[in-house]
């Protein structure tokens, strides 16, 4: 199956960018996933690329995808408190998706 | 859209009771998944069903786990008896191809 690594904690200044790194193994992952969890909620789902694709962005999400390293990164622009959660990157492969430990990200003033 | 609905959000209860979670996935949702998190293993597949129909239940613990979907706006998840181990969160997810969403949890605390 799917193994799916990430940094376990992230601190960030408010308004600077964060960027959260995920390294999975199975390249035939055809959609790679970004949740955010916050305390007490389920996982929602912030963005995806397919796996053909090399970025993608989306407000101030910006997720880049390296197929040849296998390395999946999402960039949050101008951090804000409300973006403090946990952050799971996930690679699918037919049905099943394979998450990552989560990264917490912690946003301070 | 409502999304995933799951009940109850808190469980409390003792060793050796059945637990029963509910789910209701989104309507037109033709995938339904019930995942388990927990500090030290994270987030668990426990079962995949398609069209009602169960397809990977290899992650289900043990025998004393059991998930049925009976149609495709419901299924549980039942837990009999119960162990202090099976506290964890348990999640109920959703899909059309390509896309998981997940419900917000049933917290599952076994004394």
């Known amino acids: 199956g799917e193994d799916v690594e990430q940094s376990l904690f992230l601190s960030v200044r408010e308004g600077d960018s964060s960027v959260i790194n995920c390294t999975y193994t199975d390249s035939s992952s055809t959609y790679l996933y970004w949740y955010k969890q916050e305390p007490g909620a389920g996982l929602q789902l912030l963005t995806y690329?397919?796996?053909?694709?090399d970025m993608k962005q989306d407000q101030r999400l910006t997720v880049l995808l390296n197929k040849k390293d296998k390395h999946l990164s999402l960039r949050i622009a101008d951090t804000q408190t409300g973006d403090s959660a946990i952050y799971f990157c996930a690679g699918l492969n037919d049905y099943k998706l394979s998450f990552g430990a989560g990264t917490t990200v912690t946003v301070r003033a | 859209d409502a999304g995933v609905i799951q009940s109850p959000r808190h469980e409390v209860t003792e060793m050796g009771q059945e637990v029963t979670l509910r789910c209701k996935p989104i309507?037109?949702?033709?995938?339904l998944f019930w995942y388990r998190q927990t500090m030290m293993r994270g987030l668990e597949l426990l079962i995949y069903?398609?069209?009602?129909?169960?397809?990977?239940d290899s992650g289900m613990p043990e025998d004393r786990f059991s998930a049925k979907m009976p149609n495709a706006s419901f299924s549980t998840l039942k837990i009999q008896p119960s162990e202090p181990r099976d506290s964890a969160v348990y999640f109920c997810?959703?899909?059309?191809?390509?896309?998981?969403?997940f419900g917000e949890g049933s917290r599952l605390t076994v004394l």
């Open positions: 997810a959703s899909s059309p191809p390509g896309e998981l969403f």
């Open positions: 069903f398609n069209n009602n129909v169960p397809i990977d």
């Open positions: 690329i397919f796996s053909n694709m």
């Open positions: 309507s037109g949702h033709n995938s």
